[in-house]
Every structure is written in structure tokens, then in C-alpha cells.
């Protein structure tokens, strides 16, 4: 079983900064892709960023320049730093993980931390 944790949420002014991290715990073998992905009311859930295991990362466009996804293989934790945050960034973020557990390969979503941002 593998469990994931989120935090780092919270309410912030325009142009503000928060970091977002995701630790996972449990039958870990290794950890593939790892990414953001945010949902924001009414809305379908959207992909943030991604993090390749060699640390390749892609962004969507609205939030290139800004946001900055990394990880620690040691600690099986990505992180989300975002910058000059938006209004429109508001939203529940949610991580996702590739996970190879006990042979097999496997999909993990994190519980969602909510990101507030006020104009």
C-alpha cells in the first residue's frame, strides 16, 4: 500500500508565493512520474506540471515562468513552488504519482490541498 500526503495550501495575496510538497510513504520500489494537477469549482481538473525520474518537467502554459516542480528522490517528495500567483491559480491541487509497488506499476492521487488566491 502506498500512502500520499499533501500540504503547503493556504490562502495567499496576489503576487504572493506558496510551496506545495507531497511525500509518499509505503511499499516503494520507485517512483516514475510525478505531477500537479489542479481542479478549480465548476471546472474540469487540469494538469499543472511534470517531473520525469531523469527531472524533465513540463508546465502548463499559464503557469510557465512562475511555478517550478521538483522532487527528492530520497525523501519520494515532489514539490510545487509557486511565484506571482493569480486569482486564477485558485483551485484544490492534487498530486499524482507513478509508483512501481510490488512489481507493479501503479497510479497514487494525493488528497488535494486548496490554494486560495486573493486580489
Same mark, same amino acid.
Given at each position: !500500500? ?19 510538497? $507531497?511525500?509518499? =510513504? &509505503?511499499? +516503494? ?5 510525478? &505531477? %500537479? #494537477? ?11 506540471? *511534470? +517531473?520525469?525520474? /531523469?527531472? @524533465?518537467? *513540463?508546465?502548463? @502554459? ?6 517550478? +516542480? ?18 486564477? /491559480?485558485?483551485?484544490?491541487? #492534487? $498530486?499524482?504519482?507513478?509508483?512501481? *509497488?510490488? &512489481? =507493479?506499476?501503479?497510479? #497514487? %492521487?494525493?488528497?488535494? @490541498? !486548496?490554494? @486560495?488566491? =486573493?486580489?
Amino acid at each position: !500500500q502506498v500512502q500520499l500526503v499533501e500540504s503547503g495550501g493556504g490562502l495567499v495575496q496576489a503576487g504572493g508565493s506558496l510551496r506545495l510538497s $507531497c511525500a509518499a =510513504s &509505503g511499499s +516503494i520500489s520507485s517512483i516514475n512520474a510525478m &505531477g %500537479w #494537477y489542479r481542479q478549480a469549482p465548476g471546472r474540469q481538473r487540469e494538469l499543472v506540471a *511534470t +517531473i520525469t525520474s /531523469d527531472g @524533465t518537467t *513540463t508546465y502548463t @502554459t499559464s503557469v510557465k515562468g512562475r511555478f517550478t +516542480i521538483s522532487r527528492d528522490n530520497a525523501k519520494n517528495t515532489v514539490y510545487l513552488h509557486m511565484n506571482s500567483l493569480k486569482p486564477e /491559480d485558485t483551485a484544490v491541487y #492534487y $498530486c499524482n504519482l507513478g509508483v512501481l *509497488t510490488r &512489481g =507493479s506499476n501503479a497510479n #497514487y %492521487w494525493g488528497q488535494g @490541498t !486548496q490554494v @486560495t488566491v =486573493s486580489s
